[in-house]
């Protein structure tokens, strides 16, 4: 097959494998070149392992602390009419270059949601590792079946008190555009919590805890976003917002039980970056174009892998014990420090007051998004011939 992108809206519906591996071998690299965490993690489960930071977190997990890794994910496999998901590929790539490096690596795909889910994960942690010293809850997904009652909650992108209209921007025709999102409904909170909020962070960790398969000293994060003033009412003061209250206030009644056996439950908020769940936020890459080229200005632009190999080396395993990780006042772990330095906001905050159609490709960086977006789905990586007919149907190795 002759894999080539094919963009809707804001999703690619195609994904070159070739790409999706050279695209996880760069990171790969990028772990390999910096210093071992060497008082990482060794047994590390992935909840939401395919992509973004789920990936990163995977990858760095295992190439920089040497860890075996549990990767739980939902992707689509390739059939007769299409490719694969990213994800899946990510997926496959990750495990062939584990195994190469004589790393322990198994997956599961499917309903992370899922009690079912949850009870096979367990019953090969304790086969096969015994117990986990780190948990990272990295799921993003529209939708929750609720395991106990069979409910189908669906998450929106809303402001919760009144309507909300700001410039946004259109990929597709590179036009900054107006937008208004309406308010949402009590239900819709409530629903959007119950798909992004912490509560099925907190059934896996009962799970484990259950099992006694979390080791002592264990550490589980969850990662989180809060972003700028301009985005804020759409944000974090939206039902995305509730849902990451509710994620932070999981984290501090975890981090109480966690302290139990030695171990911490944080919550790691991490900058914003072109992701497939992102990139269906409105505002926000409008936002993120500006950032990208504020921070390149300056030197201190991140991509997923840099940001959890910083997280990993110099916030949760830099050598001190986990009670003095470095956290806010409200407790949360912040790897957004680079973000949220006031010369990056002031500089951002003055493009955003001026940017229009006119000067939109001089004063963000659209194409910097565009390359970076088709990378999520393995497209533009150097060294990939993207006229080769490749097989799409590339299996998981250790898929369960």
């Given amino acids: 097959m002759i894999i080539k992108p094919k963009i809707r809206g804001f999703i690619c519906t195609t994904a070159h494998p070739v790409g999706c591996g050279r695209h996880v071998g760069e990171q790969i690299e990028y772990i390999r070149s910096q210093a071992a965490v060497a008082n990482g993690p060794k047994k590390v489960l992935v909840i939401g392992a395919s992509t973004g930071y789920g990936l990163a977190s995977r990858i760095a997990a295992a190439f920089a602390c ?136 907190q059934l896996w960790i009962d799970a484990l805890m259950k099992d006694g398969l979390l080791a002592k000293g264990a550490a589980t994060v969850a990662y989180s976003y809060i972003g700028p003033d ?39 908020v991490n900058k914003a970056l072109v992701t497939q769940s992102s990139s269906a936020i409105p505002f926000i890459p409008l936002y993120f174009v500006l950032l990208m080229k504020v921070m390149k200005a300056k030197n201190v632009h991140e991509d997923c892998i840099h940001q959890i190999y910083r997280l990993f080396s110099q916030r949760l395993y830099n050598g001190l014990p986990l009670d003095k990780v470095p956290t806010d006042t409200q407790g949360r772990v912040r790897i957004d420090d680079y973000e ?29 998004y565009n390359k970076d977006f088709l990378k999520l789905f393995g497209f533009g990586l150097n060294g990939v011939d993207y006229d080769a007919d490749v097989p799409a149907d590339i299996p998981i190795a250790g898929l369960s």
């Fill in 66 to 201: 040497g860890a075996a890794t549990i990767g739980v994910f939902f992707e689509r496999p390739a059939d007769d009419r299409r490719t694969a998901t990213a994800g899946w590929y990510n997926s496959a790539a990750f495990e062939e270059a584990a195994r190469k490096a004589g790393l322990y690596a198994k997956s599961f795909n499917g309903d992370a949601f899922s009690d079912e889910m949850r009870r096979r994960v367990c019953e090969t942690i304790k086969k096969d590792l015994g117990q986990v010293d780190g948990v990272i809850y990295s799921l993003a997904s529209p939708r929750r079946t609720d395991p106990k009652t069979g409910e189908v909650y669906k998450s929106v992108l809303k402001p919760k008190d009144k309507p909300y209209t700001n410039k946004s921007i259109d990929f597709e025709s590179n036009q900054v555009t107006q937008v208004t999102l309406e308010a949402a409904q009590d239900e819709e909170i409530r629903q959007t919590i119950k798909v992004m909020g912490g509560e099925d962070w």
């Fill in 230 to 268: 301009v985005t804020t009412p759409v944000y974090r003061n939206g039902t995305i917002g509730a849902a990451k209250d509710d994620l932070e206030a999981t984290a501090h009644a975890l981090d109480e039980r966690m302290k139990k056996i030695g171990g911490r439950a944080l919550v790691s």
């Fill in 340 to 368: 949220m330095r006031e010369d990056v906001q002031v500089e951002v905050g003055k493009l955003w007051k001026i940017v229009g159609n006119e000067n939109l490709s001089q004063i963000a960086d659209v194409e910097g």
